[in-house]
């Protein structure tokens, strides 16, 4: 079935840029909505934003001015980029598909990347 | 953006018991409501999509139900394994809000 993996640094400086790839495996990455999500320590989880089939993205307000989320249908991939990254943006991030364009709940999930911002 | 609020944020519960728990939307969402299940150091996983429907391969323990602002998770005789963190979602507007966890311990 399919699998999605992150992959990027485990660390990351303070003011710089976090770039984390998620690469689709065993089927399609057209079709679907497909969104980055985060989870700082111990605490609950965050929609960071998503990327459409079609290239379309929504972000999550307080993130906008920082985010781009980016498609490679030719690698089947899709990425993130966070700028300007503080200790606040340290988290387990994840990848995740939304398996329905109806209801759009995230039916498969990456295992997650640890992304620590510090100097 | 619509706030998702759970309760109780942490149960203790036994085996076999039967747990409940409820999310409440700021506003009404109709049935754009998920529940996902996370153990330590793993992703989420999705049990429940459209606030009723089990996602294949999902115990049938567990079921989903209500519509517009209250919903509840109930898992209806606990197994070790289901011993985890349960979080609510709304996929009714952007941004997407997930609400802010139960965890459901020994």
């Known amino acids: 079935q399919v699998q999605l993996q992150e992959s990027g640094p485990e660390l990351v400086k303070p003011s710089e840029t976090l770039s984390l790839t998620c690469t689709v495996s065993?089927?399609?990455?057209?079709?679907?909505?497909w969104s980055w999500i985060r989870q700082p320590p111990g605490k609950g989880l965050e929609w960071i934003g998503y990327i459409d089939y079609s290239g379309s993205t929504n972000y999550n307000f307080p993130l906008t001015s920082r985010v781009t989320i980016s498609l490679d249908m030719s690698k089947s991939q899709f990425s993130l980029r966070l700028t300007s990254v503080t200790a606040a943006d340290t988290a387990v991030y994840y990848c995740?598909?939304?398996?329905?364009?109806?209801?759009?709940?995230?039916?498969?999930w990456g295992k997650g990347t640890t992304v620590t911002v510090s100097s | 953006d619509i706030q998702l609020t759970q309760s109780p944020s942490f149960l203790s519960a036994s085996l076999r018991d039967r747990v409940i728990i409820t999310c409440r939307a700021s506003r009404g969402i109709g049935n754009y409501l998920a529940w996902y299940q996370q153990k330590p150091g793993k992703a989420p996983k999705l049990l429940i999509y459209a606030a009723s429907t089990l996602q294949s391969g999902v115990p049938s323990r567990f079921s989903g139900s209500g519509s517009g602002t209250e919903f509840t998770l109930t898992i209806s005789s606990l197994q070790p394994e289901d011993f985890a963190t349960y979080y609510c979602?709304?996929?009714?507007?952007?941004?997407?809000?997930f609400g802010g966890g139960t965890k459901v311990d020994i």
């Open positions: 979602q709304q996929l009714n507007s952007y941004p997407l809000t």
């Open positions: 995740a598909r939304h398996g329905d364009l109806i209801y759009y709940y995230m039916d498969v």
């Open positions: 065993n089927g399609s990455i057209g079709g679907y909505y």
